[in-house]
């Protein structure tokens, strides 16, 4: 089973939110920075976190995404699921169509730990994974390494304002 980029990064992008979210709205530029993400991929994927309602928009200055819900009731699986991703480790997208049309002899054994995968991701929110102090670490480490991008940013401006013209 390989879980796909799409499944990560929107795993990935939902912790980020959960983890800056009591700062206000949380905007898509911050993510991309923060994850290494390109933006142009984050709004597919917040387009689709959205339409299955784990993520709402604030317009305007300020704006961004935030939780629908409480992280502690915003599920892996659900994220994943809502990306259509798949977490299948059938051979055949468990189409039961393996082998020359027909099930394989390994079939039931695949299509069952991609249901025991499933049910772990379902048993794990954000809330969980934000009380991790790994995932603490290295939050706080991104929060350092933005913190930095944008006093460099400042101080670069305010040299390209200054400069002679």
Known sequence: ????TKGRYAVTAMLDLALHGDQGPVSL???????EISLS???????????QKLVVSIRGPGGGYRLSRDADRVYIAEVVDAVSES????????KGDCQNGEKCLTHHLWSDLSDQIHQFLSE??????????????VADRQNRLQDAKDSET???DR???QAPA
Do not use: P, V
């Open 124 to 137: 794990i929110s954000l809330g969980d994974l934000m009380k991790k102090h790994e995932i603490r670490q």
């Open 154 to 156: 400042i101080n670069t």
């Open 1 to 4: 089973m390989k879980l796909t």
């Open 159 to 161: 040299l390209t304002d």
């Open 41 to 51: 991929y984050l709004e597919q994927l917040f387009s689709r976190l959205r339409r």
């Open 29 to 35: 530029a911050d993510i991309s920075s923060r994850q």
């Open 87 to 94: 977490l299948d480790t059938t051979r055949c997208g468990n």
